[in-house]
Nanobody, 116 residues
Framework: QVQLVESGGGLVQAGGSLRLSCAASGSIFSINFLAWYRQALGKERELVAGFTRGGRTNYADSVKGRFTMLRDYGKNTIDLQMNSLKPEDTAIYYC??????????WGQGTQVTVSS
C-alpha cells in the first residue's frame, strides 16, 4: 500500500506560477506510470502529465510548454511545475501512480485556483 500526499496548491493570479508536490510513502522507482490528473468543477477528470517508465513524459495539449513534471527517486516525490497559469487551469489536481491508464494509488487532491 502506497500513500500519496499532495501539497502546494492555492490561489494565484493569471500568468503566475505554482509548484505542486506529491510525496509517496514508498519507493516510486519501479512504478510503471507516474502522473498528475486534474478535475475542474463540472468536468471529467483529465490527464495533465504522465511518465511511463522507460519512456518519456507526455503532456496534455492544453499545458504543453507551461507545465513540467519532475521526478525525484531519492525523495520519492513527483512535482508539477506550473507556469503561465490561466483561469482554465483552475481544478483539483491529483497525483497518481501504478499501471498505465489505470493508476492504482491516488492522492487526496489539492485545489488550484487561478484568478483573472
Amino acid at each position: 500500500q502506497v500513500q500519496l500526499v499532495e501539497s502546494g496548491g492555492g490561489l494565484v493570479q493569471a500568468g503566475g506560477s505554482l509548484r505542486l508536490s506529491c510525496a509517496a510513502s514508498g519507493s516510486i522507482f519501479s512504478i510503471n506510470f507516474l502522473a498528475w490528473y486534474r478535475q475542474a468543477l463540472g468536468k471529467e477528470r483529465e490527464l495533465v502529465a504522465g511518465f511511463t517508465r522507460g519512456g518519456r513524459t507526455n503532456y496534455a495539449d492544453s499545458v504543453k510548454g507551461r507545465f513540467t513534471m519532475l521526478r525525484d527517486y531519492g525523495k520519492n516525490t513527483i512535482d508539477l511545475q506550473m507556469n503561465s497559469l490561466k483561469p482554465e487551469d483552475t481544478a483539483i489536481y491529483y497525483c497518481a501512480i501504478g499501471a498505465l491508464g489505470n493508476p492504482t494509488y491516488w492522492g487526496q487532491g489539492t485545489q488550484v485556483t487561478v484568478s483573472s
